[in-house]
């Protein structure tokens, strides 16, 4: 890691560049997330666009600032349009986000998985635990999108991946996780159970991820600033939720909002991380 200070101050600062500077960020994600992925970079200050078409992908990408690629509901025309995206994006020397949803589920899936990875190595991979390990090529179990092994579990198989790509890897779960090529790890323990029951927060992380690392050139240190701020989003949204006496659906609400009214004074009060030496 740098010698610069690395806390609070330090990611709060590449929050309000993503809010000064509003990064075009290019999702081709998936049918079950696009609305509530566009939303969260709204909130957050960023400016979200979602295009596969063969036809348009490579120039979206050429005036984008990052590529977020998220393989949720996959069929052939996607791969191909997340390959093009990713060429170009490579070629432009943009960061690119991978997120592995479902990861391990299916043959076809994880066949999708190495087409992309052979294209070219990505910026930044996002998952859960068993996505990760099964990215990583260690056995894992997946139920459908869900993890079935803790975050705590895929953290050595996230800094072989990390090595074998030469990319920072984040394992999301209670805590999150997030590692480097060359062994810088930090550990976020915000957050709450509850953003588990809504459709697209983890998938919302991997769009976050992508307008950090617009803003932000280390890709280890966009990654723990954005995962720091939906974790701290996350917990002061389910604690209004519960307040209301309200469920899930509001939280999705409060989760927006929570994300473009965020203020200095909270993310730095409630911020819990570790950065390991």
Known sequence: MSQTRFDATALWADLEAVRERAPLVHSITNLVVMNFNANA????????????????????????????????????????????????????????????VGAGATPYRNTALKELIATGAPSVVRGNASEIMSVAGL????????????????????????????????VSGADDHVVDASG??????????????????????????????????????????????????????VERTQAAGAGVGRLQIELLDGLQLLDRESFAARLRMVVHA
């Open 139 to 170: 056995a894992a179990t997946t139920r459908g999108v869900d993890s079935a092994a803790s975050s705590s579990q895929a953290v050595d198989a996230a800094g072989a991946l990390a090595r074998k790509l030469g990319a920072v890897v984040c």
């Open 184 to 237: 810088r790890w930090a550990t976020l323990s915000n957050g709450h159970p509850w953003m588990t029951r809504v459709t697209g927060v983890g998938c919302s992380a991997s769009a976050l991820v992508g307008a950090f690392a617009a803003v932000q050139p280390d890709a280890w240190r966009a990654t723990v600033a954005a995962m720091a701020c939906l974790g701290v989003v996350g917990e002061m949204a």
């Open 41 to 100: 970079l709204l909130a957050i200050g960023a400016s979200p666009v979602m295009a596969h078409a063969h036809e348009e992908v490579r120039d979206m990408v050429r005036i984008a600032q990052a590529l977020v690629l998220n393989i949720g509901t996959l069929e052939p025309g996607w791969v191909r349009a997340m390959q093009m995206a990713l060429q170009a994006a490579l070629a432009r020397g943009i960061p690119v986000v991978l997120d592995p």
